[in-house]
């Protein structure tokens, strides 16, 4: 079997879809793209395509070494987000050839089916409670949200106690037994991390995720001696290289690779392995399609250390098109008492509606996060 296509199509709500065939009618589907760049992430699918053409598909690790190492400049947002979107295609092709799940290639599942989450209230939290309750009411066991709109480096007393009764009323609105994981979503800096995790505290939290940005992660070591929530972290690190130090130096709880970004499923899966041996849990990031949810799924049913599984249905970005649209067996993903059951079909599991795609493609997307500043001019994290 030989790769002789790699096409890609930018689809609405914001994603970037890869499809690759093989001269045995073989194919295999990938989602690579990093939300706000999927043209230029795009664009790289395509420098690398080059090596492929030809290739033998069942060769994931020599072609994942080599479209990794092979180039002189390496790693980063773009290029591992398009290495990931093929290496997703390259094992849906294995499996779908070989009639088995990825999961079953990769040594077969350790779990039947895990927990999922669902977001509530946007990139400004509002509506809250009501919104909580509406996640429970559908069965969900657990839920996230953003902790803030945007702080200052140093900000007011008021933006912080906001915040905090925000996140309250939630926990007040679905009682003790749900699971709330606050996303800071690197919008808060060292100083107000430590107050806003030790007055969160009270609250018994999930996790808290990206108490500050990636890049700052020497600030874990105080942030972490001021709360006793789980913190999670690792959606904008693209390797084990990027995530070695993060787990040696022991102050994050869970990690949360996104299957398009790091790698796909070979470098996830390593990754995954590395935590487990820290001790460090699992928790994939995936605010994006159904290739991508897939993956991730895929990951998670050989991960002894996953424990639950982000998903996009109904997420705040999801406006025109959303997660069950571009797939023919959306019950791959009907969700149970708060749970997803690990895909059983051959390859990722799901039967993407190639027509649809191809429609919705005429339309594409640019879709940008936005930009947000604050009351003195200069830029806020968002």
């Excluded at 509530?120 to 429970?136: K, T, W, Y």
């Excluded at 107000?192 to 007055?199: G, N, Q, S």
Aim: net charge negative; proline share 5%; with cysteine.
């Amino acid at each position: 079997m030989k790769i002789t296509k790699l096409t890609t199509y930018i689809v609405p709500p914001r994603w970037l879809f890869l499809k690759i065939e093989t001269d045995e009618g073989v194919i295999g589907w990938g989602e690579p793209v990093v939300e706000g760049r999927a043209l230029t992430t795009e664009a790289a699918v395509h420098e690398l395509a080059d090596y492929l053409i030809g290739k033998d598909p069942f060769l994931i690790e020599d072609h994942w070494t080599v479209l990794y190492r092979g180039g002189f400049y390496r790693g980063g947002a773009i290029h591992m987000s398009a290495l990931a979107g093929i290496d997703q295609a390259l094992w849906d092709i294995k499996g779908k050839a070989l009639g088995q799940p990825v999961h079953s290639l990769l040594g077969g599942q350790v779990r039947d089916r895990i927990k999922v989450y669902s977001w509530i209230g946007g990139d400004r939290p509002s509506e809250l409670a009501h919104n909580a309750r509406q996640v429970v009411e559908r069965g969900f066991k657990a839920l996230k949200m953003n902790g803030c709109a945007e702080l200052q480096i140093v900000d007011s007393n008021s933006r912080l106690d906001k915040a905090v009764e925000a996140i309250a009323s939630v926990r007040e609105a679905v009682g003790p037994d749900i699971g709330i994981a606050v996303d800071f979503h690197g919008r808060v800096h060292k100083p107000m991390a430590k107050v806003l995790a030790r007055e969160l505290d009270p609250y018994k939290l999930m996790f808290i995720e990206e108490p500050v940005l990636s890049e700052n992660k020497e600030a874990l070591r105080d942030i972490v001696n001021h709360t006793s929530t789980p913190i999670a972290l690792g959606e904008r690190l693209y390797s084990r290289w990027d995530f070695k130090s993060v787990l040696s130096d022991g102050y994050v709880d869970i990690i949360q690779p996104d299957l398009s970004h790091a790698g796909g499923i070979t470098e996830c899966r390593k990754i995954a392995a590395m935590a487990e041996a820290y001790d460090v849990a699992l928790a994939p990031h995936c605010p994006l399609g159904p290739i991508a949810l897939a993956a991730c799924l895929q990951v998670d049913a050989v991960s002894y250390n996953a424990f639950i599984q982000e998903q996009s249905l109904g997420i705040h970005y999801n406006k025109s098109n959303d997660l069950l649209d571009y797939i023919t067996n959306a019950d791959v993903f009907a969700y149970a008492d708060g749970f997803a059951a690990i895909p059983q079909g051959p390859g990722l599991g799901i039967e993407v509606n190639e027509d649809y795609v191809i429609e919705r493609a005429k339309e594409g997307h640019r879709w940008r996060n936005p930009i947000w500043r604050h009351e003195d001019g200069s830029l806020a994290e968002w």
